[in-house]
């Protein structure tokens, strides 16, 4: 698709999907990815490896496949890159959160392991949100060429019965 196409798609696209509406949807998935992810790992007392990876990759690509499947369009990219930077605000929220419950600091992560870790930590949060932009993309082509082949059955279905 090229600028052109994907400015007169959104133009004449009225179900362009809203910034909270996407970022709500990666929130609320990554939460049940996360219960989702807990639950196998209590009941059959085994840790999932790549669980992280795990939990921001599904939650990007069922988002995307939603919100393509829905809209049959491309999301702007705008829209996209925001909320998953209000997705990413919010998980690292929720961190905040936990380090100040359990009265833990990022100057007792730095003393622990160093000043290092705290900057391969920010920079695998800088490329995990591009992943998950590209996942989310993704999603979105999947969910348009699955939308497509449900119109075609449904035509061909049509021109049967008559």
């Known amino acids: 698709m090229t600028a052109n196409e994907h ?10 999907p809203k ?3 996407v970022s709500l949807s990666l929130c ?7 219960i989702t992810i807990l639950a196998v790992e209590v009941i059959f007392g085994l840790e999932m490896p790549n669980s992280g990876v ?13 919100f393509g499947h829905k809209n049959e ?26 380090m100040r419950f359990y009265d ?13 870790f705290v900057w391969i930590g920010f920079a695998f949060i ?5 992943v998950s932009c590209f996942m989310i993309k993704s999603g979105e082509k999947i969910g348009i060429k699955n939308r497509v082949k449900v119109r075609e059955k449904q035509l061909a279905k049509e021109k049967q019965s008559e």
């Open 54 to 66: 795990l939990s921001t990759v599904i939650p990007t690509m069922m988002t995307g496949f939603y």
């Open 19 to 21: 910034l909270w509406q």
């Open 73 to 98: 369009a491309l999301m702007v990219s705008r829209t996209r890159w925001l909320a998953v930077m209000v997705w990413t605000g919010m998980s690292l929220l929720y961190v905040a959160g936990l």
């Open 126 to 130: 800088l490329i995990m949100t591009v």
């Open 28 to 34: 609320l998935i990554s939460v049940l990815m996360g």
């Open 104 to 116: 833990f600091t990022l100057a007792d992560l730095t003393a622990e392991f160093g000043s290092l």
């Open 7 to 16: 400015i007169a798609n959104f133009q004449t696209n009225t179900k362009e």
